[in-house]
């Protein structure tokens, strides 16, 4: 199997030390979906927390069921904050979604 180019390995080597636990399965879908056209703009790291967060979301939460059932996306998103960072708990991740305003909080980290 190839490397890949430079932005994957990139992706990959910030993918596991943002995610250390992350199941396989999961991290696969992380990185195909860090790697959209719409992100490819975005730097690295960027890149990986909006894949990670986007596949946590739709995948580990009921934020489509949310959807389905008339809330707004903020709404959704406000709801499902707390189940979110229990995965990002479960996988090692320092990052959380904040759940009073739904904003991005990173937890330990510094120079963010």
């Known amino acids: ?10 992706l ?8 250390p ?7 696969g879908a992380v990185l195909e979906a860090a790697q959209a056209g719409h992100l490819r703009h975005l730097p690295v790291s960027i890149a990986v927390w909006q894949g990670l967060a986007s596949h946590v979301r ?10 389905d059932d008339g809330y707004d996306r ?21 990052r959380r979604i904040g759940e009073d ?3 991005d ?3 330990g980290l510094t120079g963010d």
């Open 1 to 10: 199997m190839a490397p890949g180019t430079k932005r994957q390995q990139d």
């Open 12 to 19: 990959r080597k910030t993918l596991r030390a943002m995610a």
């Open 21 to 27: 636990r992350i199941p396989m399965l999961d991290a």
């Open 58 to 67: 739709h995948t580990h939460t009921d934020y489509d069921l949310l959807l």
């Open 74 to 94: 903020d709404a959704a998103r406000f709801f499902v904050a707390p189940a979110m960072n229990e995965v990002f708990e479960d996988w090692g991740c320092a």
């Open 101 to 103: 305003d739904g904003e």
């Open 105 to 107: 909080q990173s937890v």
